[in-house]
């Protein structure tokens, strides 16, 4: 299986997966189909392809869909590959319940975020040792 195929298969798992999520949040709310697109602000076929795994919606579809099912868009984001899981962070926490930026934002300082804090774990790691002894210039 080539490269691209594995990628392919990564990213239909993961939509699948949204998707079952998605709809198993739905009908766990007894919301309809078409109830649920019109409060995400998304056309009923769209939604529905997203439920079946045919579609892998934006980080900001995410977060409509999120709101309309008043669940953690952070959760959604977790599931749909976007975000790592991982221990609660009040920045993170910050950023994704502010009201006053897009999603598009919040996914963008997220990332900026993550960045850091990988550029941060990578600094405070110890240098490799030596494999050669430098010689001495006493």
Same mark, same amino acid.
């Given at each position: 299986?080539?490269?691209?195929? $594995?990628?392919?298969?990564?990213?239909?798992?993961?939509?699948?997966?949204?998707?079952?999520?998605?709809?198993?949040?739905?009908?766990?709310?007894?919301?309809?189909?078409?109830?649920?697109?019109?409060?995400?602000?998304?056309? $009923?076929?769209?939604?529905?392809?997203? %439920?079946?795994?045919?579609?892998?919606?934006?980080?900001?579809?995410?977060?409509?869909?999120?709101?309309?099912?008043?669940?953690?868009?952070?959760?959604?984001?977790?599931?749909?590959?976007?975000?790592?899981?991982? %221990?609660?962070?009040?920045?993170?926490?910050?950023?994704?319940?502010?009201?006053?930026?897009?999603?598009?934002?919040?996914?963008?300082?997220?990332?900026?975020?993550?960045?850091?804090?990988?550029?941060?774990?990578?600094?405070?790691?110890?240098?490799? %040792?030596?494999?050669?002894? %430098?010689?001495?210039?006493?």
């Amino acid at each position: 299986m080539s490269q691209d195929e $594995n990628i392919a298969t990564v990213v239909t798992h993961a939509a699948s997966d949204i998707g079952a999520f998605i709809k198993a949040q739905r009908e766990g709310a007894q919301v309809s189909i078409r109830q649920l697109a019109a409060r995400a602000g998304v056309s $009923n076929p769209y939604l529905s392809q997203i %439920e079946r795994g045919l579609r892998n919606p934006s980080a900001e579809v995410l977060g409509q869909i999120a709101k309309a099912l008043t669940v953690s868009a952070e959760v959604l984001y977790v599931r749909a590959g976007i975000l790592e899981p991982g %221990e609660g962070s009040a920045v993170r926490d910050a950023v994704i319940n502010d009201s006053a930026i897009t999603e598009r934002q919040k996914r963008s300082l997220l990332d900026i975020y993550t960045s850091f804090l990988q550029q941060n774990a990578a600094q405070a790691q110890p240098p490799p %040792e030596a494999t050669a002894e %430098e010689p001495s210039t006493d």
